[in-house]
């Protein structure tokens, strides 16, 4: 018979194979057991101590010699169904943990090319609409010529942006670029918005992308309550910017 089930109430192959061993011979003494089951007799301690914290062995002492004995199968049963309930009464105070760590937000730093690009990446992946503003324009000169095969693959994704250039000399050769990609559509703001950094919007996220040549990064904070706050931020500078 198969007793590798043994694995998923918490046992591995040596403690299965002392428990099962153990259960044949009724009770056993360390020297009986390894000649049984060919393990070392310093290991067949350690071995039987875990089996005894786990509830599946016991030993008793008769003519000053231990014997190990096998708990029945069906209080085993019944110890893991006390560890059930035990568990099922802690349950709800876990399950509210997780909430309130969801309500945290997650701020991480992606480094590099690299980095920025597991961003722009992440926006294909979730395929949902995409709002940038305070945007320079560097994305072709720190990332290359990338960026235009990233472009026909939101386009061909469907995904929808609405992007708010700087009116730099830089940021209006993109805005012109973008303006003749499909799902795009195209705004500016003056050139006292210039930064070299940019931010956007998309799913529960909120990304910086800082653009130095040198060393771009980003800083990506997942908070939907920020998210909805910075959707109505660049909702009210989209009716003000110019076409």
Do not use: C
Not at 113 to 130: H, V
């Amino acid at each position: 018979m198969e007793f590798n089930k043994l694995k998923d109430v918490g046992l591995n192959e040596k403690e299965i194979k002392i428990y099962v061993k153990l259960l044949d011979l009724n009770e056993a003494t360390v020297s009986k057991i390894a000649k049984e089951t060919n393990i070392n007799r310093s290991l067949l301690y350690f071995i039987l101590f875990g089996l005894e914290k786990k509830g599946f062995v016991s030993y008793f002492i008769k003519n000053n010699i231990k014997y190990y004995r096998p708990v029945e199968p069906e209080k085993i049963l019944n110890l893991i169904e006390e560890k059930k309930k035990s568990f099922e009464l802690i349950l709800p105070e876990l399950i509210d943990r997780v909430k309130l760590n969801k309500t945290r937000p997650v701020i991480e730093i992606l480094e590099g090319k690299e980095g920025i690009k597991t961003i722009l990446n992440e926006i294909l992946r979730l395929k949902q609409d995409w709002f940038a503003f305070n945007v320079p324009g560097m994305g072709p000169k720190i990332l290359g010529d990338w960026v235009h095969s990233y472009e026909k693959e939101r386009q061909k994704l469907g995904i929808k942006l609405k992007v708010l250039m700087v009116e730099s000399e830089q940021g209006l050769e993109r805005g012109r670029e973008f303006s003749k990609m499909k799902n795009t559509r195209v705004k500016y703001l003056g050139k006292n918005y210039e930064s070299p950094s940019s931010n956007y919007i998309y799913s529960d996220r909120l990304v910086i992308i800082f653009w130095y040549p040198e060393f771009p990064f980003a800083i990506r904070i997942i908070d939907s309550n920020l998210v909805k706050s910075y959707k109505k931020y660049f909702n009210e500078m989209w009716k003000i910017a110019r076409r």
